[in-house]
């Protein structure tokens, strides 16, 4: 079991429901958002020790919305991009987004539970 504050953010209701439930299985308590001004909003008003962001959303996309949390120094948590297109192309938008890896989906919990041993250990 870990402890701390987790964002999960993602533009599918179906996604939000199975990722917030399969991270607070492991102890975490999880915010959720919609999208990336939500992620924004939430990150100037929590401290998270971990975001999970969804790369393809309305409003704005996961990548913009971590350049923004990262240039306004709104949160310092690792943020792991939720993607189901791995590629070198994908990869090389995250890190210039700042993120700092990523999850293919759908997301499972072995893969969860990896980047938790890497962040909450």
């Known amino acids: 079991m870990?402890?701390?504050n987790v964002l999960f953010v993602d533009d599918s209701k179906v996604n939000l429901m199975m990722g917030?439930?399969?991270i607070s299985h492991f102890g975490l308590d999880v915010k959720v958002a919609e999208n990336g001004q939500q992620a924004i909003e939430l990150c100037k008003l929590n401290q998270f020790q971990l975001i999970f962001m969804d790369l393809e959303m309305p409003e704005v996309g996961?990548?913009?919305a971590s350049a923004i949390i990262r240039e306004k120094k709104l949160s310092f948590a690792p943020i792991y991009a939720l993607?189901?297109?791995?590629?070198?192309g994908?990869?090389?938008?995250?890190?210039?987004?700042?993120?700092?890896?990523?999850?293919e989906k759908p997301?499972?919990?072995?893969?969860?539970?990896?980047?938790?041993?890497?962040?909450?250990?």
């Open 90 to 103: 994908i990869r090389k938008l995250c890190r210039n987004a700042h993120m700092n890896g990523f999850i």
């Open 20 to 22: 917030s439930k399969l």
């Open 83 to 88: 993607t189901g297109n791995d590629s070198e």
């Open 107 to 121: 997301i499972k919990k072995d893969k969860i539970k990896a980047i938790l041993d890497i962040v909450f250990l």
């Open 2 to 4: 870990y402890k701390g």
């Open 62 to 64: 996961g990548l913009d």
